[in-house]
């Protein structure tokens, strides 16, 4: 494995993994939805924003350490919930990797209901994540994965509000090579050959199950089953019954609306994660930078504010906390590590952002992160954000390196 001493940012770890994983696996992390416009958009509008550079001033020690649902965190960032990311690296064990590189960085992990390792499996080798579900048809799978994480010590639950349905991905529906679970005979059998190492750690390691849908059924759930599960009909109501259910913090994450934000509150959540699936569902939608202003305050300090999509360094996650934000949760960033070398790969990219988001919060002249305000940033103070300039060569089919 190439040594990571000259990977600088999350890009360098993007093109490891793209060279890594068979095209249609790269494809699955690194596309999204319809023709790619808010993955895209989420990634620019960050871009577009500068800072002040402020001089003079003594910043000596600078903090990034901050606090996430109750939880110590070394800078504020936590792994976001990436559905089947097990198959990355690792013979279909990358989550674990990845919760490992989480727990030795010190921020939070969120499992994924769609991964495949379990609650326990995470549990028995790094600090009890965080655990993400959508609510499903069959309310006694909810209740048990509720339980389960329960009785893990999970310290929050996170429920994803903007996946009631499979949305479509074009990079993927133009490539009939797509196969999950990895099959050896299938149309992809020439993508696993020009990956050797990949191919042979995955197609002879642990079986690619959904596991923590298996303590729950008598027979092992496939991919079909478990989309056909999603309850498209899921209302305000089911988030009072879950916060009734669930004793512990319960975070929402889809919220980009000022009054969801509202409801949220109202219901008894403890946090809001502002998201738009990383692009992965409703195309052509506002990116989460833009929203999150006014998301924030609307809130106005009473639940804790997250934001996810386009963090790809440490200065997204500092200009994030200076529109609101108390930290970021990022998903492909520790994809692309993950894929690239494992556990050291994860482990690369959290060096990565927290090296960013030390010298930039220095550098705008503050000494904690937690001071972040619009004030470090240009013509953001009093101004209206809820529409970025997004560039025309943005939404042009396939993300280009630029946008990555």
């Not at 770890?13 to 699955?28: G, I, Q, V, Y």
């Not at 389960?148 to 996170?158: D, Q, S, T």
């Not at 299938?186 to 995955?202: D, Q, V």
Request: a negative charge; proline letters at 5%.
């Amino acid at each position: 494995m190439a040594s990571l001493d000259t990977v600088a940012n999350i890009e360098d770890l993007r093109l490891r993994a793209r060279k890594t994983l068979p095209r249609h696996l790269f494809d699955f992390i690194d596309g999204a939805a319809f023709r790619e416009v808010t993955r895209n958009a989420n990634l620019s509008a960050l871009a577009d924003m500068l800072f002040r550079q402020r001089t003079l001033r003594d910043v000596s020690e600078v903090s990034i350490a901050t606090e996430l649902q109750g939880c110590e965190a070394s800078m504020p960032l936590a792994i976001a919930p990436t559905g089947i990311s097990g198959i990355l690296a690792g013979g279909a064990r990358g989550e674990i990797l990845a919760a490992r590189a989480a727990a030795s960085a010190g921020v939070p992990f969120t499992l994924g209901m769609m991964a495949l390792s379990s609650i326990e499996d995470i549990a028995s080798e790094a600090p009890a994540p965080f655990y993400q579900l959508c609510m499903l048809r069959d309310r006694s799978l909810v209740e048990g994965m509720v339980g389960r994480a329960r009785a893990a010590g999970c310290p929050a639950l996170i429920l994803t509000t903007t996946w009631p349905y499979y949305s479509q991905h074009d990079r993927l529906t133009n490539n009939p090579a797509w196969s999950m679970p990895p099959r050896i005979f299938s149309r992809a059998l020439l993508e696993y050959a020009s990956r050797p190492r990949w191919a042979l750690e995955t197609l002879f390691g642990r079986p690619v199950r959904f596991r923590n849908f298996d303590a729950h059924h008598s027979e092992p759930f496939d991919i079909v089953e478990i989309v056909g599960q999603l309850d498209a009909s899921t209302t305000w109501d089911d988030v009072a019954w879950l916060r009734d259910i669930w004793p512990g913090k319960l975070v929402l994450k889809g919220i980009n609306e000022p009054d969801d934000a509202e409801r949220a509150v109202a219901v008894g959540a403890d946090g809001i994660v502002v998201s738009n699936h990383g692009g992965n569902q409703l195309d052509e939608c506002s990116p989460t930078i833009a929203m999150l202003p006014a998301v924030a305050e609307a809130v106005g300090g009473r639940i804790e504010v997250l934001m996810d999509g386009g963090i790809r360094s440490g200065q997204d996650v500092l200009k994030a906390m200076s529109l609101g934000a108390k930290g970021c949760l990022i998903g492909r960033a520790h994809l692309y590590g993950l894929a690239a070398a494992g556990e050291a790969g994860v482990a690369k990219a959290l060096d990565v952002i927290r090296t960013q988001l030390q010298i930039t919060t220095g550098l705008v002249g503050l000494t904690d992160v937690r001071d972040a305000s619009p004030a470090i940033l240009h013509g953001i103070a009093g101004k209206d954000v809820s529409r970025p300039r997004i560039r025309a060569d943005s939404v042009q089919g396939p993300a280009s390196a630029d946008f990555a």
